[in-house]
């Protein structure tokens, strides 16, 4: 059996010592470090943590949380990382930890919702098909289209990410906004949870703003799916990031992607390969008009793209890898 819980709905150690009472646990494997790692220290039971892009790129370098991520570490009887360089920059930071860390990229399984209409969506939700002839523009920003407009000749890039600032959703908005006032068939459209309020009520301001980009509230993972597989590109502008699951479903999904050139995208995103890979906003945009000109490099790309997760990326073996850890933590419960 096994229980899944939200780490963001505990507030102290203290309520997980009540659930782990309560549901009888055994033994618990936490998402993030210091997000859900710290809530398990000092109980009773055996854990394992997997490292996000958070803990290594954003948490390692406030000392305090650094601190209490050696001390999960020492408790942890194994860790997870996505990639080698994860792993090894996990070494550095806490060198106790060596000798725990296995490396185990994220398997993807995607699951579209068949029936999920995407002309409705597009209707309905981001107001791109109207029902009438023409509509006037209200300061550049107005929703409406002329009859004609259709899901056929529109190219959707679609962001998902939750909105706080190591994501950077607002980091292609001017540039797109331009290339919309040029070109009004394409549109981005930001998706996801409201994680940061503040930084949300900034998103939603510039967002208004802006012709051409739109944002949208987070949706069920098997419509999500279906509106990346009906979109155009998938992109990623975050400023760091761990192993991206987006890309990776998009991918999967045969959908090409546009990532920002960090560490944690270029690590599964190979340039002109199995995706495009931009430094600056400028970039993005012209790469975004030559995928949007160049079928057959579109083709080429998920066709690529689609190979290396089923090649790297299996669920199935991602799986086994976790029985085999799992089965470690039942090892020392016999002990």
Known sequence: MCVLRDAFDFESPSEIANLIVDENLEAALALHLYRGGRLLQGHSIPFGVIFGGTDLNEDANHKEKKEVMGKVLEEARFAVAFTEAMKDTAQVQWPHATGKIFVQSQ???????????????????????????????????????????????????????????????LYLVDAFSEWHQETPNVYMVIVGPEVDPVFTREVKERVRRAAGVRLIREMCQEDLHAVVK??????????????????????????????????GNSAVVEHGVTGLLFSNPQEFIQLAKRLVSDPALEKEIVT????????????????????????????????
Request: aromatic share 8%; charged share 20%; with cysteine.
């Open 230 to 263: 009906s979109c155009f590109a998938l992109v990623n502008s975050s400023v760091s990031e761990g192993m991206s699951a987006a890309i990776l479903e998009a991918m999967d999904l045969e959908v090409p992607v546009l990532a920002r050139n960090i560490p």
């Open 107 to 169: 398997g993807i399984a995607t699951i579209p919702n068949a029936n999920f209409n995407w002309n409705t969506f597009l209707q309905q939700s981001l107001g791109l098909i109207m029902l009438f002839p023409k509509c006037s523009p209200q300061g550049g920003t107005s929703l409406c289209q002329e009859i004609d407009q259709s899901a056929d000749n529109l190219y959707i890039f679609l962001i998902i990410c939750g909105l706080r600032p190591v994501k950077d959703p």
């Open 304 to 335: 690529n793209g689609r190979e290396y997760v089923r090649t790297h990326h299996s669920w199935q073996v991602e799986r086994d890898t976790y029985q085999r850890l799992i089965r470690k933590l039942e090892t020392n419960l016999e002990e």
